[in-house]
Nanobody
Framework: QVQLVESGGGLVQPGGSLRLSCVAS????????MGWFRQAPGKEREGVSC????????YYTDSVKGRFTTSRDNAKNTVYLQMNSLKPEDTAVYYC??????????????????WGQGNQVTVSS
């Protein structure tokens, strides 16, 4: 049984930082592209970042470029999202997702094969 479990969310002031973690079980991360998605209240889920399965290629949506960094540790079956210079508009539930296709992740597709349960990030003073 595949499980993706996110952690690291919470409340932070504008300009602050958070690091999200996503631990995978039931699958070998080496073979999966990993994405971070988010969904704000009243909005559709959107793709935030992707990292390739082995080559480490990364992709970021324009609104987070230069502020967010995704990385992975395949030995720990874990992917990370470092979020710096956070803004109120970054407030959302953040999900990690896994799929063999990096392109599917780049498209921000909700058809990614596996999803975590979501983790709330709130940016507010």
């Amino acid at each position: 049984q595949v499980q993706l479990v996110e952690s690291g969310g919470g409340l932070v002031q504008p300009g602050g930082s958070l690091r999200l973690s996503c631990v995978a079980s039931g699958l070998t991360l080496d073979y999966y592209a990993m994405g971070w998605f988010r969904q704000a209240p009243g909005k559709e889920r959107e793709g935030v970042s992707c990292i390739g399965s082995r080559d480490g290629n990364t992709y970021y949506t324009d609104s987070v470029k230069g502020r967010f960094t995704t990385s992975r540790d395949n030995a720990k079956n874990t992917v990370y999202l470092q979020m710096n210079s956070l803004k109120p508009e970054d407030t959302a539930v953040y999900y990690c997702a896994a799929d063999p296709s990096f392109n599917l992740c780049k498209l921000g597709s909700t058809r990614m094969a596996y999803w975590g349960q979501g983790n709330q990030v709130t940016v507010s003073s």
